[in-house]
């Protein structure tokens, strides 16, 4: 069964460093997002993709934060200067119709 | 506003018995949908409520819909060990050429064998 694989599973960074997730997600889907869950807390929005261009972006999704979408199979979630309140999971998710979505297992990010 | 509040925000039974779930949203959907996730894992889609719809089943997952009243319920059947999860219902959200889910604050689901 085709799935969204998301790399890497744990990353702990320095305050002030870059950070890169990244993402395959399902082939034949047009839809990329990004949400974020911070320990305890709801799965919240950060950005979706469509047609190679951000399609919308939470209040969350500042200018530290961008996506790509390099290759064509990979999408990615950069975070230029991580901050503190960055630390959380960090989940990549596609869809085919916008209807269901389909979640990769999430990338743990820790700010220290 | 707030989309999709679950309650309970935790839930304790036993094997073997029902558990039900509810989510209530603020504004009008299109559809309403439902996620599980276990402990520090992604989101599995579960099942999709329509709005025209007022239930719906899934093998022991039944989903009810009242939209006068902007309330879903999730129940599980005959629950085992490996349905402890959180349970999030999310609506979708249309802005420009794309939806965004709308999730709410999830139940934690404990079955003891």
């Known amino acids: 069964e085709p799935e969204v694989t998301q790399t890497p599973s744990h990353q702990v960074t320095q305050m002030g460093q870059e950070v890169i997730l990244r993402c395959v997600p399902i082939?034949?889907?047009?839809?990329f997002y990004w949400y974020r869950q911070i320990l305890g807390q709801k799965v919240e929005f950060l950005v979706s993709?469509?047609?190679?261009?951000?399609?919308?972006k939470s209040e969350i999704f500042d200018d530290q934060f961008s996506v790509e979408r390099p290759d064509g199979s990979n999408f990615t979630l950069k975070i230029r200067s991580t901050k503190l309140e960055d630390s959380a999971m960090y989940f990549c998710?596609?869809?085919?119709?916008?209807?269901?979505?389909?979640f990769g297992q999430g990338t743990r990010l820790t700010v220290v | 506003s707030q989309q999709g509040e679950e309650d309970p925000q935790a839930l304790s039974i036993q094997e073997g018995e029902n558990a039900t779930m509810n989510c209530s949203y603020k504004?009008?959907?299109?559809?309403l949908q439902w996620y599980r996730q276990n402990s520090g894992r992604g989101l599995v889609h579960l099942i999709l409520?329509?709005?025209?719809?007022r239930e719906k089943h899934s093998g022991r997952l039944r989903v009810t819909l009242d939209t006068s009243k902007k309330s879903s319920s999730l129940l599980i059947t005959a629950s085992r060990a490996a349905d402890t999860a959180s349970y999030f219902c999310?609506?979708?959200?249309?802005?420009?050429?794309?939806?965004?889910?709308?999730f709410g604050q999830g139940t934690t689901l404990q079955v003891k064998p």
């Open positions: 998710a596609s869809s085919a119709y916008q209807v269901e979505a389909f």
């Open positions: 082939s034949n889907h047009l839809y």
């Open positions: 993709f469509y047609n190679n261009e951000i399609s919308e």
């Open positions: 504004t009008s959907i299109n559809n």
């Open positions: 409520i329509r709005s025209n719809e």
């Open positions: 999310a609506t979708v959200r249309y802005s420009s050429n794309t939806g965004k889910l709308i």
